[in-house]
């Protein structure tokens, strides 16, 4: 059976396999997509379905005019893609932001992939890279990509996976929160998709409360580095709350603790000195994210210490902080610009195993890997979208974009896309918003007139 004949198999269940698998499927080609849990379990994941998430935030802004991310959103949903499309299902209450409720998306993935006749689950461990004979194969299997499978990969290309930290926020039972102190509001009243302005729940530090957690969290017992982690550096979107606070006693009040945009309703003073925010974790409201606050502290200790957090003396934790090594590759040196292994092209990558960075840029990376390869199994010419789109610099970046020495995981975000000058009625150069709304009305209809020069239609 030639190449052509055979399904594409595509390697990792969580958001950038499965969006690969979606769009093969959707382009009329069979697909197998392999996912080890249960089978084999990860140190993050907790079930075993498809595009499990660990933040209910993890699609950030869904600002299509000013923000990156919201651009990214609004390109993919333009392509029709399935985990924008059980995203917006699954929403909740965050502000500007899209969050959902995780199990509800998780089960409307796993629900849509297992009832489309041309997909094929196989729960297994891949581990170690497919012969030529399975035919087209893409490998999504993030940054919790299996010992076995890693090494495979390193013994093939002869580079050494390069490596950071992601850390994962505590969540509190919103019934155990202290409501006569903290209160509802998001940062500046904003409302965005599912939201209502009153999407966060705010608790506030005047100074002396902010220095005294400070002190008690620069002086807390942490969990110690296995040696394989101890040089392994910190991703900087994703830093652990300690290693925020022990870089300067004010630089959390100039992070997540950033008391601008909030006034507390139960005193007279218009701006606190610091507030801990915390985000609606599920569709139900009765769980609530602890946004920033990824941290590596012993439990008994997270405990002990966060509830110094005024309005959370009392809180109920349904889940505490931890932090897990992951993995990607050099793509700028391994990948082709179509996202092939270049010693092996039958081999393709997508997610962030290639070192785009969040859940929706890696599903965006598997939603062109997809269409890419049932192209290419259909024998259809497909380019890359241009650098102008979000999914185009993300691309760009990830296949030679960045420099292969010095290359770390990238978000989307506007640096990566295509120069432009973005001039007034009087001629004079912009800069700012203005050229960021520019910027993304650019990237947005650029997205759909190469959609359509594509012929991405469906085959089936």
């Not at 998306?105 to 629900?111: A, I, K, L, M, W």
């Not at 507030?275 to 946004?291: K, P, S």
């Not at 590596?296 to 897990?324: C, D, S, W």
Request: negative net charge; proline residues 5%.
């Amino acid at each position: 059976m030639s190449a052509e004949q055979k399904p594409i198999h595509v390697i990792g269940g969580g958001l950038a396999g499965s969006e690969a698998a979606w769009q093969i499927a959707e382009m009329g080609v069979a697909v197998v997509l392999h996912e080890m849990r249960p089978v084999r379990g990860t140190d993050a994941h907790k079930t075993d379905g498809l595009a499990e998430l660990v933040c209910s935030n993890s699609f950030r802004s869904d600002d299509a005019e000013y923000n990156a991310v919201g651009v990214l959103h609004a390109e993919m949903r333009a392509l029709g893609s399935l985990i924008m499309r059980e995203g917006d299902k699954a929403a909740v209450p965050a502000g500007g932001a899209l969050a959902v409720d995780r199990d509800a998306f998780s089960e409307g993935v796993t629900q849509a992939l297992e009832n489309h006749p041309l997909i094929t689950i196989s729960r297994e461990e891949v581990s170690a890279l497919p012969s030529e004979d399975m035919g087209r194969v893409i490998i999504a299997t993030g940054p919790l990509t299996s010992t076995a499978l890693a090494e495979s990969i390193r013994a093939e290309t002869g580079e050494d996976s390069l490596a950071f930290f992601d850390a994962i926020a505590p969540i509190v039972e919103t019934d155990s929160i202290n409501m006569d102190v903290a209160w509802f509001q998001s940062r500046y009243d904003k409302a965005g998709p599912a939201g209502t302005g009153k999407d966060y729940i705010n608790c506030p530090m005047n100074k002396e409360q902010y220095f005294a957690f400070i002190d008690a969290l620069c002086n807390a017992e942490y969990l110690d580095f296995k040696d394989w982690e101890k040089d392994t550096p910190y991703f900087e979107g994703c830093m652990p709350v300690e290693v925020m606070a022990s870089r300067g006693v004010e630089t959390l009040r100039f992070g997540p603790m950033k008391p601008v945009g909030l006034t507390n309703p139960h005193t007279d003073s218009e701006e606190p000195y610091a507030v801990v925010q915390l985000r609606q974790d599920n569709a139900l409201g009765t769980l609530y994210n602890m946004v920033g606050f990824q941290t590596k502290m012993k439990y008994g200790e997270q405990v002990r210490v966060f509830k110094t957090i005024p309005g959370l003396e009392n809180a109920e934790f349904a889940r505490l902080g931890g932090l897990h090594r992951n993995t990607f590759i050099n793509s700028p040196r391994l990948l082709d610009e179509q996202l092939r292994l270049k010693k092996r092209p039958y081999i393709r990558f997508a997610g962030q195993v290639t070192g785009c960075e969040g859940y929706v840029e890696s599903a965006s990376v598997g939603l062109i890997a997809g269409r890419l390869a049932a192209a290419e199994q259909l024998g259809l010419s497909f380019e890359t979208p241009p650098q102008t789109t979000a999914h185009g610099a993300l691309i760009h970046h990830i296949t030679g974009g960045a420099d292969a020495k010095t290359f770390q995981p990238m978000n989307i975000n506007f640096g990566l896309m295509a120069h432009m000058d973005v001039r007034n009625e009087r001629g004079k150069y912009v800069k700012g918003r203005e050229k960021k709304k520019a910027m993304a009305g650019r990237a947005i209809n650029d997205i759909k007139t190469w959609a359509s020069a594509n012929a991405l239609k469906k085959a089936a």
